[in-house]
């Protein structure tokens, strides 16, 4: 059993401490057991961690999770952060929540370590943007304001980078006017992506930020599946009832995916195959 753990642990790129917090015990705990010094019920920690290695190969075995699918809007997102690339421009990628622009965006940098990822949220300020910044560009903050600013932009300046801002519909005007400086005293390429949201912002709401808009070199916004597209999504995960799929999410991606794979789990802890019922079983799990 020792031994298991090891090679488990080894196998997933993982350590004791990470294994503890999972099953909840201490890391002491697993440490002592496996130098075989454990005091305490060692049956009962050993069913602890046969179960979760159990169910953590299934799941990572078994889950679609990770499988990129090419769809056109991923093949436009490729084509976009290309040319923003190339042209050195502020873009901007639009799309509905559940669209895949995420998934897209983070397969397209994932093999590139010149993209500077950063992830907006609804409490995002502009010190925020910053700092975080600041911290991807290895950068001490020692300075504020116009100095972090100026800091940011002239290493920015040095180096060749690009930036991609998700979830880019929560910035504030001011961050928003913040990045369309850092783009035009860095020429660095800035791509930000979000919902249909972001579209407005992007104006103002009386329009008094059309100078910022009037900046976006490439835009693109997200369409749901096509029929083909869904089929082949649906394929990947062993289901033919592409249809009912569509019925049951507006062919939205995400809604898709997790559809897919909660039917599939469904199906199994059943001993069946995935059909029209178990589809609208798993649904009222998860489509609103």
């Not at 042209?87 to 622009?101: D, E």
Request: proline share 1%.
């Amino acid at each position: 059993m020792k031994s298991e753990i090891r090679n488990f642990l080894k196998t997933i790129g993982k350590n004791q401490k990470w294994l503890a917090e999972s099953i909840g015990v201490s890391d002491a705990q697993i440490s002592q057991y496996l130098k075989g010094t454990y005091g305490g019920n060692v049956q009962s920690l050993e069913e602890k961690l046969k179960s979760f290695m159990a169910n953590y190969s299934v799941n990572s075995v078994d889950s679609t999770n990770g499988v990129f699918i090419k769809t056109r809007n991923t093949e436009a997102v490729g084509y976009i952060l290309t040319k923003s690339i190339q042209k050195r421009s502020l873009s901007a990628i639009f799309g509905n929540a559940g669209f895949g622009k995420t998934t897209s965006i983070k397969n397209y940098i994932e093999n590139r370590p010149e993209a500077i990822y950063i992830k907006a949220n609804n409490l995002f300020t502009t010190k925020d943007f910053l700092e975080i910044l600041c911290e991807k560009l290895n950068l001490k903050k020692e300075t504020r304001g116009r100095g972090l600013f100026n800091n940011v932009v002239k290493t920015l300046e040095r180096i060749d980078r690009f930036i991609v801002i998700d979830e880019a519909e929560w910035l504030k005007d001011k961050t928003l006017d913040m990045i369309r400086n850092i783009w035009e005293e860095s020429n660095t390429p800035i791509i930000l992506v979000g919902t249909l949201k972001l579209k407005q912002n992007l104006k103002g709401n009386n329009g008094e930020l059309d100078y910022l808009d009037s900046r976006i070199r490439l835009r693109l916004t997200f369409e749901r599946l096509k029929d083909e597209e869904l089929q082949e999504v649906c394929k990947n995960f062993g289901v033919s009832h592409w249809r009912k799929v569509k019925e049951l999410t507006n062919a939205n991606f995400r809604l898709t995916t997790f559809l897919l794979e909660e039917a599939k789990d469904l199906a199994q802890m059943h001993g069946k195959a995935v059909d029209e019922e178990v589809l609208i079983a798993a649904s009222s799990m998860i489509v609103r």
